[in-house]
């Protein structure tokens, strides 16, 4: 998961959702605890802060075979 694509908290609970994987077995995945999966998700439409959680995050899509395409890329 490359840090061209734009990770959100959507993104991610839109993942989560279409896998139909749960937050702690997501959280577990990228290695962060489901409360701070859960805060992620919360913040909705903004730029996850850290690359730290991007790269967690991106762990967890690449487990469980979640692909996203970057819309923007040309």
């Not at 995945?29 to 730290?52: F, K, P, V």
């Amino acid at each position: 998961m490359g840090s061209k694509i734009k990770m959100t908290g959507r993104l991610i609970a839109a993942a989560r959702g279409l896998t139909g994987i749960s937050r702690e077995d997501f959280a577990g995945a990228a290695g962060i605890s489901a409360e701070a999966m859960a805060l992620m998700e919360a913040s909705g439409s903004a730029r996850l802060d850290s690359e730290r959680d991007a790269e967690a995050v991106g762990r967890a899509f690449e487990r469980f075979g979640v692909i996203v395409i970057d819309e923007d890329a040309s």
